[in-house]
């Protein structure tokens, strides 16, 4: 099986393109990449960015698309709207491959990693051809211009995001309090619940990239989407709470993407149907 990364650069190892690869690794996926970025970053910041031409990209995605048969792709770090624009027009012209859009905008450490002026691109470019975008609280509030203070207003913003053109939302909790940290998952006509115990941790650098990873590597292995993304949080459940404790200690750590296999999967995910 084969997955596309278009995403940017993390020489820290933990997010973005190495995040994928090694997701898609773990899970016995072999890993394409466009790259959009480089970026020099580690567990305590992004330094610098460099971003690659949109001519660049487009060579990088001709050349695997032309070759490989991709059955998944998933977008992270997209950094501006003219690199949007190619990614949204050469996907558009393979429909039948599902697309995960993560809506990478900022880094933990604070960092913009998608200029201002690119989000209109990604709602109304990339986002009619999303089966499924797994925006975190913030990013679902540039998304769609609301406060999100309350269960509610997830519900609310998610709907609103469908209403781009996307299939299914996944609204992810990492960024709430609470024992448990749940993610929600909508489509036109229904909704389920995910929740894993909240680990009490700060080493949470790359954990959209990696859950999205996942979920693209389960689309690719032929799972059901309501399954990828039950898999997808199960990896990412395992990833943080196996931590592997590297850098100095006082930035936000990688997630361990050895975990899923070595623990043979094993996580309860709590599941509620709509
Ligand atoms: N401390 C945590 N304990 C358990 N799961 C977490 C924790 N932080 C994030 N997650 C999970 O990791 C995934 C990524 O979520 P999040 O951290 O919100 O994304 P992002 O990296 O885009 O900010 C989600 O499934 C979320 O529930
Ligand atoms: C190149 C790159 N892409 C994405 C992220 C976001 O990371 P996170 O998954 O922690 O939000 C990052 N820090 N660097």
């Not at 781009?164 to 909790?173: C, D, E, F, T």
């Not at 997808?232 to 997630?255: C, E, V, W």
Request: net charge negative; with cysteine; hydrophobic share 40%.
């Amino acid at each position: 099986m084969i997955a596309l990364t278009i995403a940017g650069s993390d020489s820290g190892g933990g997010a973005g393109i190495q995040a994928d690869i090694k997701t898609f690794q773990e899970l016995e996926v072999f890993g394409t990449t466009a790259i959009t970025a480089l970026t020099a970053q580690n567990t305590l910041g992004v330094y610098d960015v460099l971003d690659v031409t949109p001519a660049f990209l487009k060579q990088q995605l001709d050349a695997v698309l032309a070759d490989f048969n991709v059955k998944a792709i998933k977008t992270g770090m997209l950094f501006s709207a003219e690199l949007i624009e190619v990614v949204a027009k050469i996907v558009g012209k393979y429909k039948n491959i599902p697309l995960v859009v993560d809506p990478v905008m900022i880094a933990k450490g604070g960092e913009s990693l998608l200029q201002e002026q690119a989000v209109e691109a990604l709602r109304t470019k990339l986002l009619p051809l999303t089966l499924i975008c797994t925006p975190n609280i913030p990013e679902a509030e540039v998304l769609t211009g609301m406060t999100i203070h309350n269960e509610k207003d997830i519900e609310q913003a998610a709907r609103k995001i469908l209403g781009m053109g996307v299939q299914y939302v996944v609204m992810k909790g990492g960024h709430l309090d609470g024992e448990f940290s749940t993610d929600t998952v909508y489509w036109t006509d229904g909704y389920f619940t995910m929740k894993t115990p909240r680990v009490d941790t700060k080493d949470t650098h790359g954990t959209g990239c990696t859950f999205s990873a996942a979920i693209t590597a389960q689309l690719a292995k032929g799972l059901s989407i309501e399954d990828a993304i039950i898999e997808a949080k199960k990896f990412i459940h395992l990833a943080i709470s196996n931590p592997l404790s590297i850098g100095h200690g006082h930035g936000h750590g990688p997630t361990n993407h050895f975990a899923y296999k070595r623990t043979l999967g094993n996580c309860e995910v709590i599941v509620y149907e709509s």
